[in-house]
């Protein structure tokens, strides 16, 4: 698949790049809506949209004017002093998601880490825990990001080995049993953090009712609710938030990924003012977290996500989806997980494994990503057409009949 000028990008980019990822080798030069080019002018569907980042498509036209209108006036201040951009853009993003208070961020794992601090210094300063005995529980087969605390947490070895010693405090429990959650909670938990749905995990829904025990358990033993929506919010699953699925409202929100319009890293803390409000001056911060132009695009994110027009995009087209991806099962794929416009796909092992199946749906102009073994993960951008779905699961089609 990779051509001479394409070749010449991918060389250069083992070269000179540390080898933390292994992507497919289509070199993208250009995109609109759901589709890439590539340096050869060959055109692909994205099926993965940066891990969500691309809800509402590449290069949306209203989010791009957004960031275009910003370059020309201000794009950094650092928090030292306020911008013009940043209140509107957390008022919005609070009035949004039913809350008070926003700390913004950059990336995922940023607003995972600042959660944890957050957590932390509201058991010392509110619920009365003993200096540095806080705890919090997390779910096996998480995944929460890649910095040293956040993988020190993680149940999966690839993420973790190699790169201790590690943060102590958490306390791992099985995802989706309420019981093993209650066992483990004890007067010094301050916080619950779990994914919704476990996304890297292979697109994983926690049982029927099992985030409304979260809520219920943590209210009763005065413990935050801490919901990583990086990946599952801002319209992927046919809502807002996955949390509004299960009917729950959790003390704190994290989101990023299609927060930044798949412009620029844009993350958030959101929540009530009893709990981000705990820090102080001088306790927290990033040099960029807050910049006026991750606002304007965030407040431009904010506007398409109002309109709830890509919550039943996301509701309507996942249906199809679903379905098409079900009429697969027995023929090369073992079972599908589907909520929303977000599935994970387990291809039968024995045929092939999940990157395998990448690298063949890409040669058919369908880019996707394997999760784990023989796991592929489906989450196109929330613009794409009811067509487009039944030419991408054509595709998938093929490829494990060729593999049959
Ligand atoms: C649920 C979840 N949390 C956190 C992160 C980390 O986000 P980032 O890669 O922007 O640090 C991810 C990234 O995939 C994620 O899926």
């Given at each position: 698949?990779?051509t001479?000028?394409?070749s010449?990008?991918?060389r250069?980019?083992?070269?000179?790049?540390?080898?933390?990822?292994?992507?497919?080798?289509?070199?993208?030069?250009?995109?609109?809506?759901?589709?890439?080019?590539?340096?050869?002018g060959?055109?692909?569907?994205?099926?993965?949209?940066a891990?969500?980042a691309?809800?509402?498509?590449?290069?949306?036209?209203?989010?791009v004017?957004?960031?275009h209108?910003?370059?020309?006036?201000l794009?950094?201040?650092?928090?030292?002093?306020h911008?013009?951009?940043?209140?509107?853009?957390m008022?919005?993003?609070?009035t949004?998601?039913?809350?008070?208070?926003?700390?913004?961020?950059?990336?995922?794992?940023?607003?995972?880490?600042?959660?944890?601090k957050?957590?932390?210094?509201?058991?010392?300063?509110?619920?009365?825990?003993?200096?540095?005995?806080?705890?919090?529980?997390?779910?096996?087969?998480?995944?929460?990001?890649?910095?040293t605390?956040?993988?020190?947490?993680?149940?999966?070895?690839?993420?973790?080995?190699?790169?201790?010693?590690?943060t102590?405090?958490?306390?791992?429990?099985?995802?989706?049993d309420?019981e093993?959650?209650?066992?483990?909670?004890?007067p010094?938990?301050?916080?619950?953090l779990?994914?919704?749905?476990?996304?890297?995990?292979?697109?994983?829904?926690?049982?029927?009712?099992?985030?409304?025990?979260?809520?219920r358990?943590?209210?009763?033993?005065?413990?935050?609710?801490?919901?990583?929506?990086?990946?599952s919010?801002?319209?992927?699953?046919g809502?807002t938030?996955e949390?509004?699925?299960?009917?729950v409202?959790?003390?704190?929100?994290?989101?990023g990924?299609a927060?930044?319009?798949?412009i620029?890293?844009?993350?958030a803390?959101?929540?009530e003012?009893?709990?981000?409000?705990v820090?102080r001056?001088?306790?927290?911060?990033?040099?960029?977290?807050g910049?006026?132009?991750?606002?304007?695009?965030?407040?431009?994110?904010?506007d398409?996500?109002e309109t709830?027009?890509?919550?039943?995009?996301?509701r309507?087209?996942?249906a199809?989806?679903?379905?098409?991806?079900e009429e697969?099962?027995?023929a090369?794929?073992?079972?599908?997980?589907?909520r929303?416009?977000?599935?994970?796909v387990d291809i039968?092992?024995?045929?092939?494994?999940?990157h395998?199946v990448?690298?063949?749906?890409?040669?058919?102009?369908?880019?996707?990503?394997?999760?784990?073994?023989?796991?592929?993960?489906?989450?196109?951008?929330?613009?794409?057409?009811?067509?487009?779905?039944d030419?991408?699961i054509d595709?998938?089609?093929?490829v494990?009949?060729?593999?049959s």
């Open positions: 698949m990779a001479d000028s394409a010449a990008c991918i250069q980019t083992e070269r000179f790049g540390a080898h933390n990822y292994q992507p497919l080798p289509v070199v993208i030069a250009s995109g609109q809506g759901a589709w890439v080019l590539d340096v050869e060959r055109r692909y569907l994205d099926c993965l949209a891990y969500s691309l809800n509402f498509g590449h290069r949306h036209p209203a989010l004017a957004a960031a209108a910003q370059l020309d006036r794009t950094l201040t650092s928090r030292a002093f911008n013009d951009r940043l209140g509107e853009f008022e919005r993003l609070a949004l998601a039913g809350t008070q208070m926003v700390l913004p961020m950059n990336t995922g794992a940023e607003a995972v880490e600042s959660a944890i957050v957590a932390r210094t509201w058991g010392y300063r509110v619920k009365g825990v003993p200096t540095d005995r806080a705890r919090i529980i997390v779910a096996a087969n998480n995944f929460h990001g890649r910095t605390t956040i993988v020190g947490f993680s149940s999966d070895p690839g993420a973790r080995d190699g790169f201790g010693p590690f102590p405090g958490f306390d791992t429990v099985l995802y989706g309420a093993a959650l209650a066992a483990a909670i004890t010094e938990t301050v916080a619950v779990i994914e919704p749905i476990q996304g890297e995990a292979g697109v994983i829904l926690p049982p029927e009712g099992y985030l409304a025990q979260v809520r358990l943590t209210a009763e033993h005065g413990v935050l609710f801490i919901a990583d929506e990086i990946q919010g801002l319209g992927r699953t809502a938030f949390c509004d699925n299960a009917g409202r959790p003390d704190l929100y994290l989101l990924k927060l930044g319009g798949g620029v890293p844009v993350s803390v959101v929540g003012s009893s709990v981000l409000g820090l001056p001088g306790e927290h911060g990033s040099t960029f977290g910049n006026p132009l991750a606002a304007a695009v965030g407040i431009a994110v904010v398409l996500l709830g027009e890509y919550q039943s995009r996301a309507e087209l996942g199809v989806l679903g379905r098409r991806l697969l099962v027995g090369g794929v073992q079972s599908v997980r589907v929303g416009m977000w599935a994970g039968d092992p024995d045929l092939a494994t999940g395998r990448c690298e063949l749906l890409a040669e058919r102009g369908v880019l996707a990503k394997e999760t784990h073994g023989s796991t592929i993960r489906l989450a196109p951008p929330l613009v794409i057409t009811a067509e487009e779905i030419w991408a595709q998938l089609r093929e494990l009949a060729e593999l």
